[in-house]
């Protein structure tokens, strides 16, 4: 998809002069659904879809911003800044300046220009890629180069400011991902090992068609499994899911779980210690470049998405089952839920026919399907800091 090129836009916006160019890919997480917060290890791809920023130092402290699809934004820095209403693109140059300020004393203001061929709102990091990007912009300009443990004690809770009670994976990842290769990112403390995908193995995110705004309706519905995992946890006397597993095999917790916890804190606790160990074997199936086990892996995931956790929805069911039924080795759905995409695994060979097939099964009885935006073959790229 042709994108414009940021650094004319920021000359077309604000004048002609001297820019730095960054780039943020998306991401689409493989295994380890909404354990993140609960700071338990996930398993995500940066992926070959990204937002490139252009960016300029200002004198003053002012923040000027442009977007070839949200329109112009700018407000000064200052220390409290105020959120600007829900959904609004400002919130995430808001979110940035204020994540900057909880670390360092930087003066200087930016024009930045952003473009981007990702997607919003499909599970696909979009926002997180627009934080850690301006996140990155600010720093530059004033001449900060933060490394990625710093940026980190830092990006994760910038987000609350846009109201989400989400974790830190979309942000490591973005950052920290290698070329073909998944990321293992510990958090408790953050850590990010990269897994080599075997080369025979590859990746389609498909979109279900159905939306998941989550600065919108599903954020209650996403803060609500937060919750419901921490309080189960908190019944059965843990102070952390990395302790309760560090003490008890997962058979054991999910009996102290039914005998001792009433849903929803039964079934989010269950979906919590189940889809940690399916990290663990997914690593391993990675290394043993063993795509049938990675592919049943991933059903599971699903199946405990839907039944446990409850994020899923009817159409990502469906899409589900057509990439199985058309030859994937297994999918799930991937990111917050409630809408967006799914994540295919299958062998490199056949990815156009699992293609084909998803199409056929899928998309045919739709409308709006539009191939280049709704289904990718997801290649592992770099994330910004390797770029
Ligand atoms: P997406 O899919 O980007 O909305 C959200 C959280 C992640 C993680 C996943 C579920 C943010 C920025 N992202 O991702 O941290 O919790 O849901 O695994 O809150």
Not at 86 to 95: M, P, Q, S, T
Not at 151 to 165: I, S
Request: proline fraction near 5%.
């Amino acid at each position: 998809m042709p994108t414009l090129d940021p650094a004319a836009l920021l000359s077309a916006r604000y004048g002609p002069g001297p820019s730095a160019v960054l780039s943020v890919p998306g991401r689409v997480n493989l295994i380890g659904e909404h354990i993140d917060y609960h700071l338990l290890p996930v398993l995500p791809i940066a992926i070959d879809r990204r937002i490139q920023i252009a960016f300029r130092r200002r004198e003053d402290r002012r923040i000027r911003a442009a977007s070839d699809v949200f329109g112009d934004r700018e407000f000064d820095w200052t220390p409290r800044l105020q959120a600007s209403p829900a959904g609004d693109w400002e919130n995430y140059l808001k979110a940035a300046a204020m994540a900057v300020q909880q670390k360092w004393e930087l003066r200087a203001g930016i024009d930045v220009a952003v473009v981007s061929d990702l997607p919003p709102a499909a599970g696909l990091s979009s926002s997180s890629a627009l934080l850690t990007g301006i996140t990155l912009a600010l720093l530059r300009a004033n001449g900060v180069d933060a490394n990625f443990e710093e940026l980190m004690q830092v990006l994760p809770e910038g987000e609350y400011f846009v109201g989400t009670r989400g974790g830190g994976m979309d942000h490591a990842a973005v950052l920290a991902c290698r070329q073909d290769c998944a990321l293992l990112i510990h958090f408790a403390p953050v850590s990010a090992t990269p897994v080599p995908i075997p080369p025979d193995l590859a990746f389609l995110v498909a979109h279900s068609l159905t939306t998941a705004e989550k600065s919108g309706g599903a954020r209650a519905e996403y803060n609500a499994r937060r919750t419901a995992g921490s309080s189960g946890l908190r019944q059965l006397g843990f102070d952390s899911f990395a302790e309760a597993l560090a003490q008890h095999s997962v058979g054991d917790l999910k009996a102290m779980a039914a005998s001792r916890l009433r849903d929803p804190e039964q079934r989010c606790f269950r979906h919590v210690i189940t889809e940690s160990g399916r990290v663990t074997r997914a690593v391993e199936a990675l290394e043993h470049g063993d795509g049938m086990t990675l592919g049943s892996i991933l059903n599971a995931s699903h199946v405990s998405l839907r039944d446990d956790l409850r994020i899923s929805n009817a159409d990502l069911d469906e899409l589900v089952v057509a990439a199985t039924a058309s030859g994937a080795l297994g999918a799930r759905l991937t990111g917050a839920g409630f809408g967006g995409c799914a994540v295919i695994l299958c062998r490199a060979n056949e990815l156009e026919k699992v293609r084909a097939g998803v199409v056929e099964r899928y998309y045919a009885r739709r409308s709006g399907f539009v191939p280049e935006v709704h289904l990718l073959a997801a290649k592992p790229c770099a994330g910004a800091l390797y770029l």
